[in-house]
């Protein structure tokens, strides 16, 4: 692949026109992702826009409480204030990646990174999210890595990013910029189930960026937990993971988010298994009512019906850390 251009924008509204003109632009940064998507000819442009430099690598506690996370921001955090008020964002992140590329990799390119699907990252194999309209060739491969929720016959393939699974349990916003103005998109908003259209994975439109991720002050954020289910116990994506938050008042669940990963083309939040925590006590009663409610609605692959038994296991493996620490 030969690149013609290669724009070093000078601010964000520089960046953000150049994108607006040329909508076959690819904004870059950390590049861990992209890289491997050009190099295999998963993707293809004529012009990189690199945003490194534009500002967008802070880290901003609000006034009402809160705080924004810059697009830019590396995986490897290093803020000790954010890992004690959202433990769950920094486990997910030491999960999801060796320090080398933590160090590189950022919090927007992330959430926007690429299913790790083998038919997606593969050419030769039909795939309706690389293609539209050539078919989805994991349907009748091998699907024990699919999803168990929320596919389609058009795409059955899962999001990777462990960190936005934490983002799901923490209702984070996704900040997002074009020459239009500005929005403000909550995280299970953001993310597209497959159904007709499996090549649209997010709510982001042409010519924007993201600019930041904001994290809402919240009872429950502080005492949560990240989980993650994997075939090796080096880096790898996860076969299902959990994110779990939750607030106990007097012995008693006030409130709890539960998100799991792995298991669908966004990060799947589980309203039943968070009914079945609230207003109770955490007990091993609860623990294991809420691990069963949790794969409610599952409906797996021919190969991947063991990860219906690994959405319970790892919600319990969350709450029963919880319980205990």
Wanted: hydrophobic letters at 40%.
């Amino acid at each position: 692949m030969d690149l013609l251009s290669f724009s070093r924008p000078r601010g964000i509204d520089e960046a953000l026109r150049i994108l607006g003109r040329d909508r076959q632009a690819i904004p870059v940064a950390g590049s861990t992702d992209l890289v491997t998507l050009l190099r295999d000819g998963i993707r293809a442009t004529s012009h990189l826009v690199d945003l490194n430099g534009l500002g967008l690598d802070e880290i901003h506690w609000l006034p009402g409480g809160g705080v924004r996370i810059g697009a830019l921001v590396r995986n490897a955090v290093a803020d000790t204030r954010l890992r004690r008020a959202y433990p769950v964002l920094a486990e997910a992140l030491r999960s999801g990646a060796s320090p080398q590329i933590r160090n590189r990799a950022t919090f927007g390119g992330n959430v926007l990174q690429q299913t790790r699907c083998t038919y997606y990252r593969l050419p030769e194999f039909a795939c309706n999210r690389r293609s539209p309209g050539s078919g989805c060739a994991a349907i009748q491969g091998d699907s024990s890595r699919h999803a168990i929720f929320g596919a389609s016959n058009q795409c059955v393939a899962v999001h990777p990013s462990d960190l936005s699974v934490a983002l799901q349990a923490l209702e984070a916003v996704v900040l997002a910029q074009s020459t239009a103005g500005r929005r403000r998109i909550p995280v299970d908003a953001f993310f597209r189930l497959p159904g007709t259209t499996p090549h649209v994975a997010s709510e982001l439109r042409p010519g924007e960026l993201i600019t930041g991720i904001e994290l809402p002050a919240s009872d429950h954020a502080a005492t949560s937990r990240y989980v993650k289910f994997r075939e090796r116990t080096s880096y790898a994506f996860a076969l299902v993971s959990a994110a779990v938050a939750i607030e106990v008042r007097d012995g008693v669940v006030r409130t709890a988010r539960v998100a799991l990963g792995g298991v669908a083309a966004k990060p799947w939040r589980s309203t039943a298994a968070e009914q079945a925590l609230t207003g109770n006590r955490l007990t091993e009663e609860t623990i294991t009512a809420a691990g069963e409610a949790a794969a409610d609605g599952a409906r797996p692959l021919r190969h991947n019906k063991h990860k219906v038994e690994l959405v319970k296991r790892v919600v319990r493996t969350a709450l029963t850390d919880l319980e205990q620490a």
